[in-house]
């Protein structure tokens, strides 16, 4: 699955926004139909959407469009006006119900097959923002294969259950665990919750290096000088991959010679922790 460390919303409504979002080199862009954007402006903001993605070069990032909710009355034309741009995946907001994820996939087979596009191409990647999302979250993680990414939508989340935003994030604690988790259990990436307050480059970098500790892959972000930090806390450091890389090399040492479990610089290592390290490696592509 491709790298999806920073993925950057830019409303479609805004033209200058759109045309700067393709030169930044974040690893996702998210063309948004929903929340960023006024509710007058959302026929304009599919069109500007459809012509960004028609006309715009985004270089090495992968192309997306947030379109609104199941429930918001409006998805079915957001669908409509922009598939014919071929995006190379949609973000589902508010999914509540395997059954929306479904429904979307139908039309994009039709689509596709009309197109001659290949089959299963365009990715989905579903938002858990709501109570009924998380408890749902097993049968919308398992029912979809175009299903690549959980997101977990904090603000929305927190929003639903009537709980008080802090900075320390204690009451959405337990939703980015249990959204991390279901995405693993069913080998899906998972993209951690936004940082609103972009002036703050250190809250920024705290809480992209927690959720790259709780075992996210990338994370949302609202704006360009959020895109390197972001995209740094989840690549694994230059002492990380050595570190890796020492685990892995003493684990084949030793497996050589019968020990399943070793000691490496007086700690104990045995599969989990050889396993993480093969992890880390991974993430690099190694
Ligand atoms: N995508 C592309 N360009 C962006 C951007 C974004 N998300 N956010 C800001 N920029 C551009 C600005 O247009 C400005 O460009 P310029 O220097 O060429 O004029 C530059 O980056 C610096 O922006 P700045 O002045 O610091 O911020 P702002 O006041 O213009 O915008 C926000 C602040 C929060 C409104 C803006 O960052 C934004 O729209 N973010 C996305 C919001 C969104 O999509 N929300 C819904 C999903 S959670
Ligand atoms: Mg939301």
Not at 201 to 229: F, N, T, V, W
Not at 271 to 282: G, N, T, W
Request: glycine share 8%.
């Amino acid at each position: 699955m491709r790298a999806r460390r920073a993925l950057l919303y830019v409303p479609a409504s805004d033209w200058h926004k759109l045309q700067k979002a393709a030169t930044l080199g974040a690893d996702c862009v998210c063309l948004d139909l929903e929340d960023g954007v006024a509710p007058n402006m959302k026929a304009e903001a599919r069109q500007l959407a459809l012509r960004a993605l028609q006309e715009l070069d985004f270089g090495r990032s992968e192309r997306l469009v947030r379109l609104n909710g199941a429930e918001s009355g409006l998805q079915a034309e957001d669908l409509a006006a922009t598939l014919p741009g071929r995006p190379d995946g949609l973000v589902l907001p508010k999914v509540s119900h395997p059954e929306q994820l479904r429904q979307i996939s139908q039309q994009i087979v039709q689509h596709e097959a009309a197109q001659g596009w290949p089959a299963g191409s365009l990715a989905l990647l579903a938002q858990i923002e709501s109570a009924l999302g998380l408890v749902n979250a097993r049968e919308i993680a398992s029912g979809e294969p175009r299903l690549q990414a959980l997101i977990f939508g904090a603000e929305d989340y927190a929003s639903d259950l009537g709980a008080k935003r802090s900075t320390e994030g204690r009451e959405v604690a337990y939703a980015r665990s249990a959204v991390v988790t279901f995405a693993a259990a069913y080998g899906l990436q998972a993209i951690d919750m936004l940082w609103v307050d972009f002036r703050d480059g250190e809250g920024l970098a705290r809480l992209a290096a927690e959720g790259a500790g709780l075992g996210y892959s990338g994370m949302q972000i609202i704006h360009p000088s959020q895109i390197e930090p972001v995209q740094n806390a989840f690549t694994p450091s230059t002492e990380e991959l050595a570190a890796a890389r020492r685990v892995v090399e003493a684990y084949e040492a030793n497996i050589a010679e019968g020990r399943g479990a070793f000691a490496l610089d007086g700690k104990m290592v045995d599969m989990p922790i050889v396993k993480a390290a093969q992890r880390v490696l991974a993430r690099a592509g190694e």
